[in-house]
């Protein structure tokens, strides 16, 4: 059971969108979620994608040690919907007063649990190596918060020292008809600066090129990058709403994994080799991993069952009807409480030898009758009993059973029938 649920988890990591949709949600919902409604929607009907969705109620938390408006109290937990477990939030922080950094972080720290941000982005970052202490002492302010995702907007190039600081870095923030994707190649995306820990807004983009641009989230996607935002907008200081034919996007962003661009060249085309190559890969892992999730239910649907002992039953007529008779048709006790052929203990209550054997190996309700008086065995006139010989009760049976019959009596009393416990059903 251990082992399917890891299975499972495994599964559902690989089916997660490599590339990542950014949201920058800065206008104020209602006190009904309204103003959200559309966008929530769209976190939970694409499960399988990540949504880091950005929010700032008054150009960061508002006032210091103070609690949100009643609007965030009851709609931040909407962009978190159990549908999508990959939904993170993120209290805005603007780092050009730097004064008030951490007294914002610790506003955010100081709501409750249902509506805190999950992570913190600092914006209008300067991403060089000289005020790398100033921001790491931010970054580090914020995990001793219990902030568990910290995110950058540098809006361009930053320093790979910035890269093991943080888990995403904005390094392009501008117009959709200047980004060029494919600088996003062998300089950019390196060992220090990994494009999977970087993200592009994109923005004066027409309402359809953001509903249709699936060519170029492919590349993006192909190139590994980490997340991605477009809207018509010229700057996310404009933004009052979500942009234009925006579900088509996440859904563009959604289906953009794994994926090579149609044409390329140079190092991107390497990187799209790369990318294919990783898809078949990650395909034949994925193939295996349902394979064994297949065996891991139908394990679960059909568990092994304990198969029943079972007892032999002996199918010779003979033997049928000496476990059948009545008690006074088994072997009597001789004329000094012996069975023929064994000393004489006449008064030691113990028994022994096979008379021993056949009290061990019979129901209790025969214990009584080879406990009891039988009739005498023959006279000692008669000839001396032959080996292995069994006497009947009856007062007309003088001879006994052959060998053969006593072994298979033996082999019945050594794996008797099941009896019912009402004694008078045997």
Not at 56 to 63: E, F, K, Q, V
Not at 226 to 242: D, I, Q, R
Not at 335 to 358: C, N, Q, Y
Request: aromatic share 8%; with cysteine.
């Amino acid at each position: 059971m251990f082992f399917c649920r890891i299975v499972r988890t495994l599964v559902f990591a690989l089916s997660l969108s490599a590339t990542r949709v950014i949201a920058p949600l800065y206008h104020n919902p209602d006190s009904t979620c309204a103003a959200w409604d559309s966008y929530t929607k769209i976190i939970q009907n694409h499960p399988h994608t990540t949504f880091y969705t950005i929010i700032n109620p008054n150009h960061g938390p508002g006032t210091a040690n103070s609690q949100p408006r009643g609007g965030y109290q009851a709609c931040v937990q909407n962009l978190r919907p159990s549908a999508n477990p990959n939904a993170i939030v993120l209290g805005y922080v603007d780092t050009k007063s730097a004064s008030t950094v951490l007294a914002d972080i610790d506003t955010y720290a100081g709501w409750q649990p249902t509506y805190r941000p999950t992570g913190i982005f600092l914006d209008n970052v300067t991403a060089t190596a000289e005020n790398l202490e100033m921001y790491s002492g931010y970054v580090s302010h914020a995990k001793s918060k219990g902030f568990t995702f910290t995110g950058l907007n540098a809006g361009g190039p930053a320093d790979a020292t910035y890269f093991p600081l943080v888990d995403l870095i904005n390094t392009y923030s501008g117009a959709y008809s200047s980004f060029n994707p494919t600088s996003f190649s062998s300089s950019a995306n390196s060992d220090s600066t990994p494009i999977s820990k970087q993200s592009v807004w994109l923005f004066d983009t027409s309402p359809s090129t953001i509903g249709s641009s699936s060519g170029l989230l492919n590349q993006l996607g192909a190139a590994g990058l980490g997340a991605v935002f477009m809207s018509n907008e010229t700057t996310a200081v404009g933004l009052s709403g979500l942009p234009p034919n925006f579900a088509a996007f996440v859904g563009d962003v959604a289906t953009a994994k794994n994926l090579a661009p149609s044409s390329s060249s140079g190092p991107s085309a390497s990187s799209s080799s790369q990318a294919i190559v990783g898809g078949v890969l990650g395909g034949l892992v994925v193939f295996l991993v349902l394979v064994v999730i297949v065996l891991c239910m139908r394990r679960r649907k059909h568990p092994s069952e304990m198969t029943p002992f079972q007892v032999a039953t002996p199918t010779n007529p003979a033997c049928d009807a000496s476990i059948n008779a009545p008690p006074d048709l088994w072997p009597p006790r001789g004329s000094e409480g012996t069975f023929p052929g064994e000393p004489s203990i006449a008064s030691d209550p113990v028994m022994s030898g096979k008379r021993a054997l056949m009290f061990a190996t019979t129901p209790p309700s025969m214990h009584q009758s080879l406990r009891g008086t039988h009739s005498p065995s023959p006279s000692a006139s008669d000839s001396s009993p032959a080996a292995h010989t069994i006497y009947s009760s009856s007062a007309t049976s003088d001879a006994g059973a052959s060998s053969e019959d006593w072994d298979r009596l033996m082999l019945a009393q050594q794996n008797p029938p099941p009896y019912s416990p009402n004694p008078t059903q045997h």
